[in-house]
C-alpha cells in the first residue's frame, strides 16, 4: 500500500520504516530540509538501536522515500499518518500547531480519497478537530477519514516495540476505514484493540500517566525504604512477584524524564481541570517526580556539608534514559544545574551524548571515558544506567577516585560489590 507520514520524529520515522520493512511503499515528510537531507544520506538524525540498517535496507529496496515536498507525499497516498509533535503548551496543555498545519496541508493538497491516521499523542477530541478542518478545506466529494493510533514505542527500543509491541490501538467511528487502517498492521504480529476515536486517545494518555504514577510511587517507596533501613530492590522484587502489580516500571531513582510522561501527565491534568475532573493522583506523581531530583542533590549536599564550591563531581550518563541520545526533560540537567549554581566542578560522561547546547552557559568539562571522568573526583553521580556503568569495574574505578563516594541515583550498583560509600 502506499503511505505517508507527516513528520520525522521519533515515532514519524520509525514508523514510516518499519511500514516499509513490512513492505509498504513508504514518503515520509517533513518540512526541516537538513534533516530530510541527512535521512536521503542514509542517516539516522537519532540514535536509535537498528533504525539506521532499516533505513538504508529499504531506501535501497525503493520502498522508503523522504521529502519536503507536501503534494509529492501525498500523491498516490491511501493512508496518510500524522506523527507531528504536540509539545507542551503553556498552560501544560498539548500545543496543536503542528497538528492543525498537517491536517490543512492534508485538505488542501489531497486529491483522492485517503484515510488520515493520527499517531502524534492528543487530547481527547483532537481527531474531531482534525477531521472539521480537513472536511473545511478539503475539496468536496473526497471521502476522506480520521482514525486515531496512539503510539506505544520507547526510546531506545522504537524498532523492537513497533514490530512486537504489545498492542495497537485503532480507534475509529467509521468501521471501513478502521478496517483498512488494521489491514496496513496485518504483517505484524500484534494483538490489536478496535474502539472509538475518543477512547483510543484516552488508553494513550491514561497508559503513560499509569506508569508515571507506578514510578513516582515506587520511589517515595524507596525514600522510606532509605529512613527505615529496608531494601528498596527487594521491596520491588517482592511487590513486582504479585501479578496484579508486575515488576516492570518499579526501579526507584531518580525519577522519569523524557519526550512523553512529563508532558502527557501535565497534559492529563489540563484535560481534567476543563472538564472538571480531579486529576489529583497524577498531580502528586508530577510533584513527586519534581522532589526526586532535589532529593538527589540535597543528598549530595548534605555528604558536602552544604559546601561543594570548587569540588570536581563525576555525572555518569547525561540522556534521561539509556540507549537514547534524548536529553529532553533529563533529571541529568536540573542536578548538574543545581550543583554548578552552588560552585561545583562538573566533569561529565555519556556514552552517547558527546556534547549538549543545554549546558553551553556552565563550565562544563565532557569526559571522553569512564575512567577520566572519576578520576580525583570528590564523588561520583550515577545518572543515567547504562550498562557500561552498570558492567564497569568499580572497585578500579574507585582507586581513581579522590574520595571513594558513588550516589547510585539508579539503584544499580549492589553495594556489597562496591567498597566506597554508596548512597
Ligand atoms: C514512554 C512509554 O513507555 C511509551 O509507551 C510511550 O509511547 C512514550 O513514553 P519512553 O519515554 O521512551 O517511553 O521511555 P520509558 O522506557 O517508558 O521510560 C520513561 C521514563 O521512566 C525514563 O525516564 C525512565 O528512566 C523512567 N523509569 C522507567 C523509571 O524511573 N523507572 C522504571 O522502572 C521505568
Known amino acids: 500500500m502506499n503511505v505517508a507520514v507527516i513528520g520525522t520524529g521519533y515515532v514519524g520515522l520509525v514508523t514510516g520504516t518499519v511500514l516499509s520493512e513490512i513492505g509498504h511503499t513508504v514518503v515520509c515528510l517533513d518540512t526541516d530540509e537538513n534533516k530530510i537531507n541527512t535521512l536521503i544520506a542514509g542517516v539516522s538524525p537519532i540514535f536509535e538501536p537498528g533504525l539506521e540498517e532499516l533505513l538504508q535496507r529499504n531506501m535501497e529496496l525503493g520502498r522508503l522515500h523522504f521529502t519536503t515536498k507536501t503534494e509529492q507525499a501525498f500523491k498516490d497516498s491511501k493512508v496518510i499518518f500524522i506523527a507531528v509533535g504536540t509539545p507542551q503548551g503553556e498552560d501544560g496543555a498539548a500545543n496543536l500547531t503542528y497538528l492543525k498545519q498537517a491536517a490543512k496541508d492534508i485538505a488542501f493538497h489531497v486529491v483522492q480519497d485517503v484515510v488520515v491516521v493520527v499517531k502524534s499523542t492528543v487530547p481527547v477530541g483532537a481527531n474531531d478537530m482534525v477531521e472539521q478542518i480537513i472536511r473545511q478545506y478539503a475539496k468536496p466529494g473526497l471521502d476522506i477519514q480520521v482514525v486515531s493510533n496512539p503510539e506505544f514505542l520507547r526510546e531506545g527500543h522504537a524498532v523492537q516495540d513497533t514490530l512486537h509491541g504489545d498492542r495497537i490501538v485503532i480507534g475509529a467511528d467509521n468501521e471501513k476505514a478502521g478496517d483498512l487502517v488494521e489491514s496496513v498492521f496485518n504483517p505484524i504480529r500484534i494483538p490489536i484493540l478496535r474502539t472509538d476515536r475518543r477512547s483510543a486517545e484516552m488508553i494513550k494518555y491514561a497508559s503513560n500517566a499509569f506508569l508515571a504514577v507506578k514510578i513516582s510511587y515506587i520511589n517515595q517507596i524507596s525514600n522510606l525504604c532509605e529512613a527505615l533501613g529496608a531494601d528498596i530492590r527487594a521491596v520491588s522484587d517482592g511487590m513486582g512477584m504479585d501479578r496484579r502489580i508486575g515488576r516492570e516500571f518499579l526501579n526507584a531513582g531518580l525519577g522519569y524524564g523524557g519526550s512523553c510522561f512529563p508532558k502527557d501527565t501535565e497534559a492529563l491534568v489540563n ?40 569540588k570536581k563531581i563525576a555525572v555518569l550518563g547525561l540522556a534521561f534514559k539509556p540507549n537514547t541520545d534524548d536529553m529532553r526533560e533529563a533529571p541529568s540537567i536540573d542536578i548538574i544545574s543545581s550543583l554548578v549554581a552552588k560552585g561545583a566542578r562538573i566533569v561529565v560522561y555519556d556514552p552517547v551524548v558527546k556534547h549538549t547546547p543545554l549546558f553551553d552557559q556552565f563550565n562544563l568539562t565532557y569526559a571522553s571515558n569512564i575512567d577520566e571522568c572519576v578520576t580525583k573526583a570528590d564523588a561520583t553521580l550515577l545518572v543515567t544506567e547504562w550498562e557500561e556503568f552498570i558492567q564497569a569495574d568499580w572497585s578500579s574505578l574507585s582507586k581513581l577516585m579522590k574520595s571513594e563516594v558513588i550516589f547510585d541515583g539508579r539503584n544499580m550498583l549492589k553495594t556489597h560489590e562496591v567498597e566506597t560509600i554508596c548512597y
Not at 274 to 299: G, T
Open 271 to 310: 484535560l481534567g481541570r476543563k472538564s472538571d475532573i480531579s486529576m489529583s493522583i497524577v498531580e502528586s506523581a508530577i510533584q513527586a517526580n519534581k522532589e526526586q531530583r532535589q532529593l538527589f542533590v540535597d543528598k549530595v549536599l548534605r555528604h558536602f556539608e552544604g559546601d561543594v564550591n570548587g
